[in-house]
């Protein structure tokens, strides 16, 4: 399913997703073997986020204070 993800990126785009890697959040942060798997499936950068359990809602809040941040996001609506 990530790998599908990925696939819809905008060409243009892939390579900098590629080159940044893979955010994992939530409980499946905490998953190093979740982590491992998706390195090598993926082949490219995983990492968890720091305090993930609330990487979320972090995101949200930024999002909110800057609403101009969702623009430039690749998975933005069009």
Not at 51 to 77: D, H, I
């Amino acid at each position: 399913m990530t790998a599908g993800l990925l696939g819809r990126l905008p060409a243009v785009t892939r390579p900098a997703a590629r080159a940044r890697g893979l955010l994992v959040t939530g409980g499946g942060a905490h998953q190093e073997h979740l982590l491992r798997r998706l390195r090598v499936a993926l082949r490219m950068p995983v990492t968890a986020a720091p305090k993930p359990q609330y990487a979320t809602v972090r995101g949200l809040m930024r999002l909110c204070l800057q609403p101009a941040l969702a623009a430039g996001s690749a998975l933005s609506a069009r």
